[in-house]
């Protein structure tokens, strides 16, 4: 899933989105208030692997008495998980006074997710068929296509999104992971994603060791983890300041 979005008030151009833009930008998407401000980029933050990540999120669901509507949430305000949490960040975003646009070209029959498209229906925000058109009107694209667990080869009909993309001057934030990326490796050596480096990585829980090959600026959302849970996976929840859901990091040093 993908979300394009527009600000109500005017930003002056696609190439004029400065990094000062975008810090607040990502602030707004995370439920922040709008202060010029970023946090310190020299944290050292350790990664968490795909195994380690998905044994994360069902301790939250289990022994952390987490409902998946609850995580789904709470993603949502750090900018969103792949999938239906983009859904649950278009929404926020609506009510931040940005007006999203939806590629959702491979809908889910699950109900939470229907429930989160029903939603959105509700709030008029448009779901588009044709993604290069809707590029065309864009500021920001929010990239919530693949979660942690994507492996493999990029599937119809998201190759030529990926390359979209990959080509594109629009700023761009990935979620968790940009999309055709491996969670352990990063991008694909050659062909399809192998160029894809989004302007903007927001981290979930905790980095990924994809991280290690990311280059543009890093945040990481994940302000419902308990310290006894930090604690056992064996990573820092980072210092995050007042409301705020994200917090901007530094480059990875270590992996579990």
């Given at each position: 899933?993908?979300?394009?979005?527009?600000?109500?008030?005017?930003?002056?151009?696609?190439?004029?989105?400065?990094?000062?833009?975008?810090?607040?930008?990502?602030?707004?998407?995370?439920?922040?208030?709008l202060?010029?401000?970023?946090?310190?980029?020299?944290?050292?933050?350790q990664?968490?692997?795909a195994?380690a990540?998905?044994?994360?999120?069902?301790?939250?669901?289990?022994?952390?008495?987490?409902?998946?509507?609850?995580?789904?949430?709470?993603?949502?305000?750090?900018?969103?998980?792949?999938?239906?949490?983009?859904?649950?960040?278009?929404r926020?975003?609506?009510?931040?006074?940005y007006?999203?646009t939806?590629?959702?070209?491979?809908?889910?029959?699950?109900?939470?997710?229907?429930?989160?498209?029903?939603q959105?229906?509700?709030?008029?925000?448009?779901?588009?068929?044709?993604?290069?058109t809707?590029?065309?009107?864009?500021?920001?694209?929010v990239?919530?296509?693949?979660?942690?667990?994507f492996s493999g080869?990029?599937?119809?009909?998201?190759?030529?999104v990926?390359?979209?993309?990959?080509?594109?001057?629009i700023?761009?934030?990935?979620?968790?992971?940009?999309s055709?990326?491996?969670?352990?490796?990063?991008?694909?050596?050659?062909?399809?994603?192998?160029?894809?480096?989004p302007?903007?990585?927001?981290?979930?829980?905790?980095?990924?060791p994809?991280?290690?090959?990311f280059?543009?600026?890093?945040?990481?959302?994940?302000?419902?983890?308990?310290?006894?849970?930090?604690?056992?996976?064996?990573?820092?929840?980072?210092?995050?300041q007042?409301?705020?859901?994200?917090?901007?990091?530094?480059?990875?040093?270590?992996?579990?």
């Amino acid at each position: 899933m993908i979300d394009l979005w527009r600000k109500i008030y005017t930003l002056d151009s696609i190439s004029a989105f400065s990094s000062a833009q975008l810090t607040m930008a990502i602030k707004v998407l995370s439920h922040s208030v709008l202060v010029a401000e970023s946090y310190s980029a020299n944290l050292v933050v350790q990664t968490l692997g795909a195994k380690a990540a998905a044994a994360l999120d069902q301790e939250l669901m289990s022994t952390g008495a987490f409902s998946i509507d609850q995580l789904m949430e709470l993603a949502g305000l750090a900018v969103s998980q792949a999938g239906g949490d983009g859904l649950v960040a278009a929404r926020h975003l609506f009510y931040y006074g940005y007006r999203p646009t939806i590629f959702y070209p491979k809908k889910s029959k699950n109900e939470l997710y229907q429930r989160l498209a029903k939603q959105l229906e509700d709030l008029e925000v448009p779901f588009v068929d044709d993604f290069p058109t809707a590029m065309k009107s864009t500021d920001h694209i929010v990239d919530a296509i693949f979660g942690f667990s994507f492996s493999g080869e990029v599937r119809e009909p998201f190759p030529d999104v990926i390359k979209s993309l990959q080509e594109t001057k629009i700023p761009v934030t990935s979620v968790d992971a940009p999309s055709s990326w491996d969670i352990e490796n990063g991008p694909p050596k050659t062909g399809l994603g192998s160029s894809f480096m989004p302007t903007a990585l927001v981290s979930l829980t905790a980095p990924k060791p994809l991280v290690n090959h990311f280059t543009g600026r890093h945040f990481v959302g994940g302000r419902f983890v308990s310290p006894s849970i930090a604690k056992k996976y064996k990573f820092d929840v980072p210092p995050y300041q007042g409301i705020d859901q994200v917090v901007e990091i530094g480059p990875s040093e270590q992996k579990l």
